[in-house]
């Protein structure tokens, strides 16, 4: 029997997308023939080189599955089992990633600290990085991880980093980027990726396309040389080098290719801005934060969640307070997906009011 009920229309996340025509097309074109296993194949080469001309220097990366993975791997080869990790604590790796950090580094701490947007302040971070530092009874001060874009939409400038980069390097602690949704800052503020990473004093980056295009392939991209021996012998621990590492690279290939990962990036930004702007004008609606990115928070009445989930939209709700949603636009969301999405709460909005 056919099911004829309407698709649900997703905002939940944007790894809820399918994947981008040109990866699907490059996946299909790399079963063809051999390829040397574990990276060595052609394809890994020409991502390690596209990505250093997108960096603007020499780096190494490793091709990962996951989010998780690369976060994890990264913070283990930077963090020692009695280090600590700071973080704000809206963090994806202090909320989302059932532990894998301090599984990875043997049991390193995080340490969660505050700021607006879910970006660290300056501030609480000058204190943390000394806080006990060098003391046995406590947990050593060893990295600081952002994360660009953050979990509520906001991106931190060249200039924000520069700072929190600044504080880190002068405590002699490493700096690790978060970068699931990197593709978003970049586009959000038309900055060279260099600027964003590196230049800031970023050690690695967990670079993410998943939620951008990609179908199971993110990437660790490594400033810090020095660091390339160990994450490669704790990504093969991990289980995260693929013998047929070819179909991570061409996905990877075609993202970085006449700037898909960009405009994929762009068009979710865009389509967050069209929300946004619906919301800020729609009655009984609170928008919640800002907004540069992808990502955007509200607040509804309890029957307006309830009208929209039973329309057969799809959004986290509750999961911060009652009341609050998220919203999550993608490189596939269209501009009727999210007119249709106002027009409901419009609607909503407007039986619920006298």
């Not at 202090?94 to 995080?110: H, I, M, Q, S, V």
């Not at 003391?135 to 931190?156: F, M, R």
């Not at 949704?181 to 260099?194: E, M, S, T, Y």
Request: with cysteine; hydrophobic share 40%; charged share 20%.
């Amino acid at each position: 029997m056919t099911d004829t009920r309407p698709l649900p229309r997703v905002f939940s996340s944007d790894n809820t997308a399918g994947t981008s025509p040109e990866i699907a097309e490059a996946v299909a074109r790399a079963t063809a023939g051999p390829a040397l296993p574990y990276g060595a194949d052609a394809l890994t080469g020409s991502v390690r080189d596209r990505l250093r001309e997108i960096f603007e220097r020499d780096l190494d990366v490793l091709l990962v599955s996951t989010g998780t993975a690369a976060n994890a791997l990264s913070l283990a080869a930077l963090t020692p089992p009695w280090g600590s990790v700071l973080c704000h604590r809206d963090s994806h790796i202090n909320n989302d990633e059932c532990g894998a950090p301090e599984f990875y580094t043997a049991g390193a701490k995080l340490v969660p600290l505050g700021g607006r947007d879910a970006k660290i302040d300056p501030a609480e971070l000058r204190a943390a990085v000394r806080h006990k530092a060098g003391d046995v009874h406590s947990v050593e001060p060893s990295v600081v991880s952002v994360t660009q874009a953050t979990e509520t939409g906001a991106v931190l400038t060249p200039d924000e980093l520069g700072t929190l980069g600044d504080l880190t390097r002068g405590a002699g602690l490493r700096l690790h980027m978060d970068g699931a949704r990197f593709a978003g800052a970049v586009a959000a503020l038309g900055a060279a990726p260099a600027d964003l990473t590196w230049r800031a004093g970023v050690d690695l980056l967990s670079f993410g396309a998943t939620k951008n295009g990609t179908m199971t392939a993110d990437a660790i991209v490594v400033f810090d040389r020095a660091r390339t021996p160990e994450l490669s012998f704790r990504a093969k621990r991990a289980g995260q080098v693929a013998a047929k590492s070819r179909f991570h690279a061409a996905q990877l290939d075609a993202y970085l290719t006449d700037g898909l990962w960009l405009r994929n990036a762009g068009h979710a930004n865009a389509m967050a801005a069209r929300l946004r702007s619906g919301l800020d004008a729609t009655p009984g609606v609170e928008p919640l934060g800002t907004t540069d990115a992808n990502i955007l928070f509200c607040r509804l009445p309890g029957q307006v969640i309830e009208k929209l989930l039973a329309d057969g939209f799809a959004f986290y709700h509750d999961r911060w307070e009652p009341g609050v949603v998220r919203l999550v636009t993608s490189f596939a969301t269209t501009e009727e997906d999210v007119d249709d999405l106002l027009r409901a709460i419009g609607d909503a909005t407007a039986t619920g009011r006298p």
